[in-house]
């Protein structure tokens, strides 16, 4: 690597690492945890969840009017069958005031065996806090810009990581414990780093599948080249609507931008029977684990959606509130290439797909994100001189053709770091240079 670039992608690695610190030990600690969601819902709601079989299923429109009963104003809006003989059923209600709750429901007695506002829910409180730092669409876009400058930040520690020696193993590949403690501090830094990078920038990626800017934008991307959804999915032909299947239901990320049929409202027939759409699901074959979402309107549609453990066992299915008959039904063979990719690598990112296995590796790169962001901070502090940064001199970017074209690539494939970096031109120009003490610690 050219001597004269090396301290700029220092400096650049340096301080985006130290503005990034808290905001990835949040990411890192709170995704270590949902990992293992599955796990500890099934721990917290054990007596929710498990049930003894013992004769005839209720009809589930007899269990869903028994649990809207249970909650004041109360509006059924979703309904899970249980997965299995042993499994409670769940029943969505929504109150007067517009609060969600879920009424876990013994299928054979009627009994309520629980009521969870799902406002509360430990894990849902936990994701909010992974994906949005619990701060709406602002936090969505600092979690995003995060993402974004840590997969910058990992790239660039690739490049001061490369050896510059083909023999060189020890400090590469493995950790100098017998030299110096700077050298060690170093090599605990940079190699982990190095064998946890592969994982850490799919984990970085795949979960900027859900962001509402760069995520979005991909999803819009996927849907107009025709990746998408096609158009043997629908019974008929496709529909013109505005509605997506985002907006009425939890589905899969392929579903989600996916154009809702509308349900004939003029037909002059009453809303069918919850009773019918549960057979009707039954004999689409869909994954046990399914929910049925009620249609928010007299033109809704009932919305079947299954988020098992594999991608390849998703689906969504659109049935007409007053026919029963089948509109629309998106299974994981329906996508394209580019969409079961990225159904896999959400339900890898999950924990979900490959178990325990799955789990474990998920566990390693976020434990390992925290050793880096620690080990990072400590080898900085310890190194940097009293009352300065500690950085390589400043330069300006536009010396080296390079780098400040990657730069400019890196924001227009994520358009936040295009905007960051605006911003961050603006504070040099306008603040930082003007003020002695900044222009001291900076380095300038």
């Known amino acids: 690597m050219n001597k004269q670039i090396q301290p700029l992608i220092w400096r650049w690695h340096l301080f985006a690492g130290l503005i990034l610190a808290?905001?990835?030990?949040?990411?890192?600690?709170?995704?270590?945890?949902?990992?293992?969601?599955?796990?500890?819902?099934?721990?917290?709601?054990?007596?929710?969840?498990?049930?003894?079989?013992?004769?005839?299923?209720?009809?589930?429109?007899?269990?869903?009017?028994?649990?809207?009963?249970?909650i004041e104003g109360g509006e059924v809006t979703r309904y899970r069958p249980g997965e299995d003989d042993s499994r409670s059923v769940e029943v969505g209600v929504t109150d007067?005031?517009?609060?969600?709750?879920?009424?876990?429901?013994?299928p054979y007695n009627r009994e309520v065996l629980g009521i969870i506002n799902d406002s509360t829910r430990p894990m849902d409180i936990l994701a909010a806090l992974h994906s949005e730092l619990?701060?709406?669409?602002?936090?969505?876009?600092?979690?995003?810009?995060?993402?974004?400058?840590?997969?910058?930040?990992v790239l660039s520690g690739l490049i001061l990581w490369f050896p510059r020696t083909k023999e060189k193993i020890k400090g590469v590949f493995t950790i100098r414990f017998n030299k110096n403690a700077r050298i060690t501090r170093r090599d605990l830094h940079a190699v982990p780093a190095f064998w946890i990078s592969g994982g850490l920038l799919f984990f970085l990626l795949s979960g900027m599948l859900w962001t509402g800017f760069w995520g979005n934008g991909v999803q819009q991307l996927v849907t107009a080249s025709g990746a998408g959804y096609p158009p043997s999915i629908w019974v008929g032909p496709a529909p013109?609507?505005?509605?997506?299947?985002k907006d009425i239901a939890d589905v899969s990320w392929a579903a989600e931008q996916m154009?809702?049929?509308?349900?004939?409202?003029?037909?002059?027939?009453?809303?069918?029977?919850?009773?019918?759409?549960?057979?009707?699901?039954?004999?689409?074959?869909?994954?046990?684990?399914y929910d049925i979402f009620y249609p928010a309107s007299p033109e809704g549609v009932f919305t079947l959606a299954a988020f098992p453990p594999k991608a390849q066992d998703e689906a969504t299915i659109h049935i007409d509130q007053y026919t029963g008959s089948v509109i629309a039904d998106y299974r994981y063979d329906n996508y394209g290439p580019l969409g079961k990719a990225m159904a896999l690598a959400i339900t890898i990112h999950k924990g979900l797909e490959f178990g325990l296995i799955n789990q474990l590796a998920g566990l390693t790169v976020c434990i390992g994100l925290i050793g880096m962001v620690i080990t990072g901070i400590y080898m900085w502090w310890k190194r940097k001189p009293a009352g300065l940064s500690g950085a390589p001199k400043a330069k300006s970017i536009t010396e080296f053709k390079g780098v400040f074209i990657t730069l400019i690539i890196l924001g227009i494939i994520f358009p936040l770091v295009g905007l960051s970096l605006i911003i961050i031109f603006l504070l040099d120009r306008l603040i930082i240079r003007k003020n002695d003490k900044l222009r001291r610690w900076l380095n300038y």
């Open 96 to 106: 007067s005031s517009g609060e969600s709750f879920t009424v876990f429901m013994n």
């Open 259 to 289: 154009p809702v049929a509308s349900s004939d409202s003029s037909s002059g027939f009453k809303q069918i029977s919850i009773d019918d759409i549960v057979k009707t699901a039954e004999q689409t074959g869909i994954h046990p684990s």
């Open 22 to 70: 808290p905001f990835l030990i949040i990411i890192s600690i709170t995704g270590a945890i949902y990992l293992f969601k599955t796990d500890i819902e099934a721990y917290l709601y054990k007596d929710y969840y498990n049930i003894e079989a013992s004769g005839q299923q209720l009809p589930p429109s007899d269990l869903a009017f028994t649990a809207s009963s249970n």
């Open 240 to 245: 013109e609507s505005d509605t997506a299947a």
């Open 134 to 153: 619990r701060a709406g669409t602002f936090g969505d876009r600092i979690v995003e810009l995060a993402a974004c400058w840590t997969i910058i930040m």
